[in-house]
């Protein structure tokens, strides 16, 4: 039986990937920062970890709480959203606390797990945006959760090139309805899920070199940086 981490996995797109990920019979190891997303993934049948990715002291728990494991595949998907545009600056907590979930909590929690991922030659999967995009970008909306995620692109690009024995990609989940993308979106989390369970397996059946530091949509198209 595969086992999966999920970094983040309280509501929204997370705990829909717990629950598919334990229907298909994986072996669910679950995160959550409060005791209510805790219980609501203990309930599914998961196994489960306290993480807050914004907080050092937290990040610096877990490997001594996954000691012994081997993981096939590991997705870090905890991230928070500043929808201010460009041109209204964001105060130093907004700042902090955009970054420090999205982008120090991969950095610090990434490096942990890369072994117990190296004993399965497994995945380390980033649920990025599309919004991270250079390339794609034409508009300074949400410009803090851009610069966020690019960064966490390059999270994903830096771990990559110095861990070779695993595949580190990031993936876009698609706009999906969750408490962040709001009701008007195009996907249900059970769709999204679902999509970004069918192409990470197929990674993981395929080991293709060319998934390493791969940007890729929910479905497995390649997305531009
Ligand atoms: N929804 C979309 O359209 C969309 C599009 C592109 C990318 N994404 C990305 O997909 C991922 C999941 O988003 P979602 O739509 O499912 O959002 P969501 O419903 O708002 O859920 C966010 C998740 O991140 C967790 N989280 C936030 N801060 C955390 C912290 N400090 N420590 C641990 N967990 C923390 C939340 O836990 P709590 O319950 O404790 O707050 C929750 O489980 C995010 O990385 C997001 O940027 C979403």
Known sequence: ????????????????????YI?????????????????????LGAQTLRLDVANPASNSGLSWQLDGEKIDLAIYVA???????????????RFDAVMHTNVMGAMQVIPQI???VQ??????????????????TTSGNAAL???????????VRCTQAEQPDVTVLAIHPGWVQTDMGGAAAPLTPEQSASSLRQTLNRILEQRDPKHRGAFLNHDGQTLPW
């Open 145 to 155: 959760y851009r610069v966020s995620k690019a960064a966490l692109n390059m999270v």
């Open 79 to 93: 991230g928070v959203v500043d929808r201010n545009s460009a041109s209204n600056p964001p105060t130093r907590d």
């Open 119 to 136: 004993e399965t030659k497994g995945v380390i999967a980033c649920i990025s945006s599309i919004m991270g995009s250079q390339q794609e």
């Open 23 to 43: 229907q298909e019979g994986w072996r669910v190891i679950a995160t959550a920062r409060s005791d209510e997303g805790l219980e609501r993934l203990k309930a």
């Open 1 to 20: 039986m595969p086992t999966v981490l999920l970094m983040g996995a309280s509501r929204g797109i997370g705990f829909e990937l717990a629950r598919q």
């Open 114 to 116: 890369v072994p117990m």
